[in-house]
């Protein structure tokens, strides 16, 4: 495990630079193979090591996969890239105040859509998890994603079944520390935000 601190730009530096041109964690290398997309490496481990939490059946596999294509294409986009990081990180905000209020409202919108399509229709009033009654790794990777509203103060108060999703997620034993330094980060920050 080697911890890069995006923090301090560590992963614009050398030698991750090299590792991952695209300067984005996580990086997965196992031997001489690399994967740098979070996906596909949840992905590749959980065949790897041959976990029920990405099913073998084609169909629910299939489910797995456009859960977490819907995730990384339509919520995060908007949730984290639109809404949260231009609010969280200098480096994300737009050059002029008209730009960053123009963006903020955009992504408000959008995500607010997200978020209901996700809290009516994916999870809605009778699955406990995005793919059923079973936890998979799409809940796994989705539930971090939909936690950064957090970070810009939202409660997801309008959307009951996210929220009750997103608290049983919450309760798994490994939340807490995989989670403590974006929850330390989020406590530093200071609003007002824009927030769904």
């Known amino acids: 495990l080697q911890v890069v601190d995006l923090f301090t730009g560590e992963h614009y530096q050398p030698p991750f630079d090299a590792i991952n041109p695209n300067h984005l ?5 196992d031997g001489n193979f690399r994967l740098t997309e979070s996906s596909a490496i949840l992905k590749y481990l959980a065949d790897k ?3 029920p939490a990405y099913p073998k059946d084609l169909q629910q596999r299939a489910r797995v996969n456009e859960r977490m294509d819907w995730i990384n294409t339509q919520l995060n986009r908007d949730l984290a890239y639109g809404l949260v990081y231009p609010q969280a990180f200098p480096h ?3 050059p002029s105040e008209e730009a960053q209020q123009a963006t903020l409202a955009w992504a408000k919108e959008r995500a607010a859509g997200w978020l209901q399509v996700l809290n009516d229709h994916l999870l809605g009033p009778q699955n406990a998890y995005l793919c059923g009654d079973k936890i998979s790794i799409a809940d796994y990777y989705g539930a971090p994603f939909v936690a950064l509203a957090g970070v810009i103060g939202s409660d997801l108060g309008a959307y009951p079944n996210v929220r009750r999703w997103l608290g049983s997620m919450k309760s798994l034993k490994t939340w807490t520390k995989t989670n403590e330094i974006i929850d330390g980060f989020a406590g530093s920050l200071s609003g007002p ?3 769904v």
């Open 193 to 195: 935000f824009v927030t």
């Open 49 to 51: 090591a041959g976990s």
């Open 25 to 29: 964690v996580p990086v997965l290398e």
């Open 92 to 94: 994300h905000k737009r």
